[in-house]
């Protein structure tokens, strides 16, 4: 069982950045892959990135592509969202989600999930 807790959210207007991060309750936190998903109102879960259990491997969204990396550091069981020149399309509530598996792009093969952070671009 992991616990994620979301945090680093916030207002912040466009062009600017924010660093999201994930911190899981498992000692094994480095046994999973982690990925950020976010939602926005009437709008489907969308990937946003994914990195893989070493950190060796990380996999983007088209929309995100360029502008967000994704990072973790196991030994302190936490993950990160940085954010950079970011656009009002970016308004959306972030989630990050554990699981055993690879790193994919599907919110449906991820195990754990955190309760989600709101991230709120004006223009």
């Known amino acids: 069982q992991v616990q994620l807790v979301e945090s680093g959210g916030g207002l912040v207007q466009a062009g600017g950045s924010l660093r999201l991060s994930c911190a899981a309750s498992a000692r094994t936190f480095s046994r999973y892959a982690m990925g950020w998903f976010r939602q926005a109102p009437g709008k489907e879960r969308e990937f946003v990135a994914a990195i893989s259990w070493s950190g060796g491997s990380t996999y983007y969204g088209d929309s995100v592509k360029g502008r967000f990396t994704i990072s973790r550091v196991n030994a302190k069981n936490t993950g990160y969202l940085q954010m950079n020149t970011l656009v009002p399309e970016d308004t959306a509530v972030y989630y990050c989600?554990?699981?055993?598996?690879?790193?994919?792009?599907?919110?449906?093969?991820?195990?754990?999930w955190g309760q989600g952070t709101q991230v709120t671009v004006s223009s």
């Open positions: 989600a554990a699981t055993t598996g690879g790193p994919g792009r599907v919110w449906e093969s991820y195990d754990y």
